[in-house]
């Protein structure tokens, strides 16, 4: 089975900046497109971040628009989250997404267009 591994998350301020990193580990695959998901104690997972490699195109939730970057390395099988400006409602579980599958952009918001999905990491920004 392919592993998702995340790092980087931890306990920050509100105002500082996080960036978060995931690469595939175990089998070796070519994804298409990377992505990160976040889930709220009690709530479903929502989306975050995505990046289509074939065309170097990046979505975001509104809510980090503005603050929040996602880039990688296609080669690597690794995409980074780079979190500015954290506010105390971005405290989640941070997930890294990947697939193989060639979905339609719109489809990325879905948690079921993602085959891959990492463990999670805590980021927690205090006031």
């Known amino acids: 089975q392919v592993q998702l591994v995340e790092s980087g998350g931890g306990l920050v301020q509100a105002g500082t900046s996080l960036r978060l990193s995931c690469a595939a580990s175990?089998?070796?695959?070519?994804?298409?497109?990377m992505g990160w998901f976040r889930q709220f104690p009690g709530k479903e997972r929502e989306f975050v971040a995505a990046?289509?490699?074939?065309?170097?195109?990046?979505y975001y939730d509104d809510s980090v628009k503005g603050r929040f970057t996602v880039s990688g390395d296609n080669a690597k099988n690794t995409v980074y989250l780079q979190m500015d400006s954290l506010k105390p409602e971005d405290t989640a579980v941070y997930y890294c997404v990947a697939s193989l599958n060639r979905y339609h952009s719109s489809a990325y918001y879905y948690t079921g267009a993602w085959e891959y999905w990492g463990q999670g990491t805590q980021v927690t920004v205090s006031s």
């Open positions: 990046i289509n490699w074939s065309a170097g195109t990046t």
């Open positions: 175990g089998r070796t695959i070519s994804t298409y497109a």
